[in-house]
């Protein structure tokens, strides 16, 4: 039977049952290390038995802690942002922790510095910065933050905390699956190259495409949107010589393939598209999409993990990139040249 608020569980209860001191449950609670194995167990046990759940406000004043996590995210309304944000939300609040978020759009008067004096004021125990661009992360580095502070990207850095998907594993999947299939001229139509995640993808293809011996171009540098990769298609006049297109993000991709087939190509027949993130639509559209898929979920739980590691003081943990994997659909095919 569920307690009621008059005889809700507290953590001498927990304690007394599962033999152990209230000292011990707060410290099974915070995830803290060198508590025997055996020993959490049953306190856990006895947790889920009871359905106790901690005075969020107790333990805030007991450890001088907010347990509220502040988000920079660049552009929440692309996928992978908003993806992330919401990875990072859902595990935080299993974790015991409020998310404040504030998103750095194009356009907008509020700058880094702003963004951070708003979560500092909040009292967060903590910064993470989602998505972001090279010119926000050298804003950053010349901010005073006195709390520890997580970067979501590619490359280790000196003064941030990092975690990050694979994107050279990503990338790399996706260029391995084109070659495989026999083409050996790929274009790259990238993202915005401050964006990190779109630098590090271009890097891994121009990497790959060469260990393959792939035809080197010039890549093409998009903006995110459908709107670009159609317009883009819609103004090749003629069938070109590359046979297929590693597109920096679904939505593109998307695009991609609407401009080429007005303009009279066939996708995968005269052009292979892969995408990358693996929106919702991707499966559903015609042809449906060869894409990279993102953990964001795992990611979520290791940016949380890191994060409460350093909040509580404790050995941060080691945080490999977490893996991609490739979905493989209708819109990649051999070429026609190998195919015949």
């Known amino acids: 039977m569920a307690n009621t608020s008059a005889d809700k569980p507290n953590i001498r209860q927990v304690a007394r049952l599962a033999g152990v001191s209230h000292m011990t449950v707060s ?3 915070n995830d803290y290390p060198h508590i025997k194995e055996a020993t959490k167990r049953r306190v856990l046990e006895v947790i889920e038995e009871l359905d106790y759940r901690p005075n969020m406000a107790a333990r805030a004043l007991a450890t001088q802690k907010s347990q509220r996590i502040g988000v920079i995210v660049e552009s929440a309304v692309e996928f992978g942002p908003t993806s992330t944000l919401r990875a990072l939300e859902s595990t935080a609040r299993g974790a015991g922790y409020a998310v404040s978020s504030i998103a750095l759009e194009d356009g907008d008067r509020i700058s880094p510095q702003e963004a951070v004096d708003n979560l500092t004021t909040q009292g967060v125990d903590a910064l993470c ?18 709390v520890p502070v997580l970067v979501v990207k590619p490359d280790k850095d000196p003064t941030f905390l990092t975690v990050s998907l ?3 594993e990503g990338t790399t999947l996706a260029v391995d699956h084109l070659v ?10 990238a ?4 964006w ?13 495409a060469k260990s393959w011996g792939v ?23 003629d069938l070109p010589d590359y046979t297929a297109v590693f597109v920096a993000n679904d939505e593109m991709a998307v695009g991609l393939v609407h401009g080429l087939h007005e303009r009279g190509f066939s996708v995968p027949g005269d052009i292979s598209v892969v995408g990358y993130d693996d929106v919702p639509l991707a499966a559903h559209v015609l042809p449906p999409l060869t894409t990279v898929k ?26 490999t990139k977490i893996p991609a994997e490739l979905l493989v659909r209708s819109s990649t095919a051999a070429p026609r040249a190998a195919a015949s």
């Not at 989602?130 to 050298?138: N, Q, T």
């Not at 993202?191 to 401050?194: A, E, N, Q, R």
């Not at 990190?196 to 790959?208: G, P, S, T, V, W």
């Open 166 to 168: 694979d994107q050279k």
């Open 294 to 319: 993102q953990n964001f979920r795992a990611l979520g739980v290791a940016m949380v993990d890191l994060l409460r590691a350093a909040i509580e003081e404790r050995e941060i943990p080691r945080v």
């Open 196 to 208: 990190l995640d779109a630098r590090a993808r271009e890097r891994a293809f121009h990497a790959r």
């Open 180 to 189: 495989s299939l026999g083409h050996r001229d790929i274009l790259h139509l």
């Open 27 to 29: 410290r099974v609670l």
């Open 191 to 194: 993202g915005p190259l401050d």
């Open 215 to 237: 035809r080197e171009r010039p890549i093409v540098v998009g903006d995110w949107s459908a709107d670009f990769a159609y317009d883009f298609a819609k103004g090749i006049q």
């Open 129 to 146: 910065v989602v998505a972001p661009r090279s010119s926000s992360i050298a804003a950053l580095r010349k901010i005073s933050i006195n």
